[in-house]
């Protein structure tokens, strides 16, 4: 079983610190969801997994080694990014076939399947395809790499939805049938979130959560109803997010009801409506200065 861990790990940038005092474990089969605001050090933390830079502090160990500057774990890891690919002359294929090389878990097979499906075309030079094709030929790298830890960072830019969609199956499939350590940095917090077991949002460089995807959902809930019954009963409680319209008043509590509260809510005629993980994500990760809907 590979496992990922990251302990105590920090980064800075000349004086900035991207990233604080991060850890966190990662284990083979999940798929985690990686989300956090523009900035808030996501690439940063990933480049550090992918070995392409070493941190300022702590540790990333794969299976008990540690990542960087070390060729056994390298192989076993696949950085899926916006490459810049204006410069690029040589045709899909040829790219393919000299990226296939440094990837010993490869499966050709399952490239060709790709690329039919996402109808790359072969013999075009890489840098004369579209934004969106650019990132289906990334992905079809990143998939039929069967690295042991794949990465996809912010992996859809320029697709269109349909072809979306069967970057989603395939990670759904993938996962299924070839178990691996996947993480998606994604900004398509609504459209992706089918696709996580477990979600952590990194804010300013810190991680505010790593749960289960289920478990973080079922902390999230609506309380809608009068006023002055919804004051009464979201003391204690920890709310991200209110509103108000004429007397009625909805808040968003992060964390979980206990049952008699639930009873007690129906009681008093408030509703409660479960969060989604936008919502979540969007009030968890709220700054000064963000306009309130
Ligand atoms: N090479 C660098 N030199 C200086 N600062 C950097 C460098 N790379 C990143 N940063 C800073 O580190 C912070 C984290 O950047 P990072 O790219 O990791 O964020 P992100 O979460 O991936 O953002 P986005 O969602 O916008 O892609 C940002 O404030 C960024 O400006």
Do not use: C, W
Not at 90 to 116: C, G, M, N, S
Not at 183 to 204: Q, R, Y
């Amino acid at each position: 079983m590979d496992m990922l861990e990251v302990r105590n790990v920090g980064l800075t940038y000349n004086d900035f610190v991207a990233i604080d005092d991060l850890t966190f474990t990662l284990e083979q089969g999940k798929t985690y969801g990686l989300l956090g605001r523009n900035g808030a050090g996501k690439t940063s933390i990933l480049s550090l997994i992918a070995a392409f830079q070493l941190q300022t502090k702590g540790t990333i160990k794969l299976n008990k080694a540690s990542v960087f500057e070390n060729p056994e774990s390298m192989q076993k890891i696949s950085f899926v990014y916006d490459q810049d690919y204006s410069e690029e002359t040589e045709k899909v294929k040829k790219l393919l076939e000299a990226t296939k090389k440094y990837r010993p878990y490869f499966d050709q097979e399952y490239a060709d399947y790709l690329i039919k499906k996402f109808k790359l075309p072969l013999n075009k030079p890489v840098k004369n395809l579209s934004k969106g094709m650019q990132s289906a030929f990334n992905v079809t790298v990143g998939l039929a790499s069967r690295s042991p830890i794949t990465i996809f960072d912010e992996s859809y830019l320029g697709m269109d939805v349909p072809t979306r969609e069967i970057f989603y199956e395939e990670i759904l499939k993938e996962q299924g049938e070839n178990p691996r350590i996947i993480i998606l940095s994604t900004h398509l917090v609504s459209e992706m979130d089918h696709l996580f077991d477990e979600v952590l949002v990194v804010h300013k460089g810190s991680l505010i959560v790593k749960e289960q995807y289920e478990d973080l959902i079922s902390k999230g809930v609506h309380i809608t109803g009068n006023e002055n019954s919804i004051n009464k009963f979201i003391q204690g409680y920890k709310v991200i997010h209110e509103q108000k319209l004429g007397g009625t008043k909805s808040a968003l509590i992060y964390g979980s009801l206990t049952e008699q509260d639930r009873e007690l809510a129906k009681k008093d005629g408030l509703q409660l409506n479960p969060a989604t993980l936008q919502e979540l994500f969007t009030h968890l990760t709220k700054e000064k200065g963000d306009e309130d809907e």
